[in-house]
């Protein structure tokens, strides 16, 4: 069983991003999967969550009253502080914060914060070094400013689940991952990594609106350009490969696998395995990447009725041998048991304070010198409310009677201590 100290081999090493404190005013996935993969490489990350919290706290299961599964993902290596902004105390106490900050993370709209009292040009007034990202549905200069989005409505705008039917699904459906949220994340850590970089060579913070809708739009449709890439169109839209009915798993004798014969390598390779080594130099529709393309529908069909022919485990050992991609087509369930993510430690089992022993996924990513580390579990909800105002500088007796009156406004219990 692993304690967060344990949790990493880099010990006491330095981090990369150690000194960098950011306030984190976001919750469900985006603005917390985005922080969470900041504070692993050693960020300092504040998240404020209102007297009710974030929501992912009370998405089940869970032991412990707010203290749901989703939410232990997505906000290890954080400190909890809670306030209500629409209390005048509360938004001083925030200011002192962000005056002490290098970057503010908000997917709460800007106009909603103005009404608060809490603006851009107020807090740069204050910090002209601070970088606020805010996170938006939509662009402000856009007709859809300041409209709700969530992940199914982004999928759906980006034509997710129409480009699921024209690949072969009966019925359209989403995708079953916060797919949106996740991608749009990694996005907004990159362009708050990108602003402190230009902030040390030029001294300055700035205000950054990432938006989901455009966002995802570049990141999905860019595959999908096809014809409309030219001016006049040179074809429709949509990239064949991809988008066609028979790019699916293979069914074999007892399961499935998934299979890519790609190159001219793996395809020669391929028609030497099945018995057919003449093949690739006497059809012309596999001897390039074009016509392959061209006829994948065809071709990805006859795959499907070779591998029918053997056994799962038969095909691995051949495809492997052939040097061609394949693996199995896992369950949910074995993920989590895959001998490979067994061997470099994916699934850790951890002891948090207060829910027991849990199992978290590592940071993935592995560095010589200054490695990502798990430092803190996800916290509960305000724990470290007056731990942090005392090191904004609010007066003590100021911060006994925020935590009074948010104790009286809400469900939150804000800690003393850590």
Same mark, same amino acid.
């Given at each position: ?37 900041? &504070? ?12 009710? @919290? *974030? ?15 989703? $939410? ?9 502080? =809670? ?19 290098? #970057?503010?993370?908000?997917? =709460?709209?800007? &106009?909603? /914060? ?20 805010? /996170? ?16 199914? /409505? ?48 030029? @001294?300055?913070?700035? $205000?950054?609106? #990432? ?10 449709? @860019? ?75 065809? /071709? ?22 052939? *040097? ?19 061997? =470099? ?11 027991? #022993? ?15 580390? =798990?430092?803190?579990? &996800? ?6 409310? &007056?731990? #942090? ?30």
């Amino acid at each position: 069983m692993l304690t967060p100290s344990e949790n990493s081999a880099a010990g006491h090493a330095p981090q990369a991003l150690a000194g960098l404190r950011i306030l984190d005013m976001t919750n469900v996935v985006m603005g917390p999967y985005a922080t969470q993969v900041l &504070a692993d490489y050693g960020a300092d990350v504040v998240k404020i969550e209102s007297p009710s @919290g *974030d929501t992912t706290r009370q998405i089940p299961p869970m032991r412990h009253a707010d203290m749901g599964c989703l $939410f232990l993902h997505l906000n290890r290596n954080k400190r909890s502080v =809670v306030l209500d902004l629409k209390l005048p105390e509360c938004v001083e106490a925030f200011v002192a914060m962000a005056s002490q900050s290098d #970057v503010l993370i908000c997917n =709460v709209r800007p &106009a909603a /914060l103005a009404r608060l009292g809490i603006t851009y040009e107020d807090l740069a007034a204050r910090n002209p070094r601070l970088i606020w990202i805010s /996170l938006v549905g939509f662009g402000s200069d856009g007709p859809y400013a300041g409209r709700p989005a969530y992940e199914d /409505l982004l999928q759906g705008l980006t034509g997710m689940p129409a480009m699921l039917v024209q690949a072969g699904s009966e019925q359209p459906h989403y995708v079953p991952l916060s797919f949106n949220d996740r991608v749009v994340g990694l996005h907004a850590a990159i362009a708050l990594l990108s602003a402190v970089q230009w902030r040390e060579r030029s @001294g300055r913070g700035q $205000f950054i609106e #990432v938006p989901m809708f455009e966002t995802m739009t570049q990141f999905t449709v @860019g595959d999908h350009m096809g014809g409309q890439t030219f001016e006049p169109p040179a074809g429709p839209m949509g990239y064949q490969r991809t988008l066609n009915k028979e790019r699916r798993p293979y069914a074999t004798r007892d399961g499935f696998i998934c299979l890519v014969v790609y190159t001219d390598k793996h395809w020669r390779s391929f028609f030497e395995v099945v018995g057919q080594p003449e093949r690739f130099d006497t059809d012309k529709r596999v001897q390039s990447l074009r016509s392959r393309t061209t006829h994948a529908g065809v /071709l990805y069909a006859e795959l499907a009725e070779i591998m029918r022919t053997r056994n799962t485990a038969d095909w691995l050992e051949l495809m492997n041998q052939a *040097d061609i991609p394949a693996a199995p087509m896992l369950t949910l369930d074995n993920v989590v048991t895959d001998p490979h993510l067994e061997a =470099v430690g994916m699934f850790q089992l951890v002891d948090h304070p207060t829910e027991g #022993v849990v199992r978290q996924l590592r940071p993935p990513t592995r560095w010589s010198e200054s490695p990502p580390t =798990v430092r803190l579990l &996800a916290p509960s909800l305000g724990q470290h409310t &007056a731990e #942090v105002l005392r090191e904004a500088g609010v007066d003590p007796a100021q911060i006994d009677h925020i935590v009074a009156r948010l104790a009286q406004r809400g469900t939150a219990k804000p800690r003393h201590g850590s």
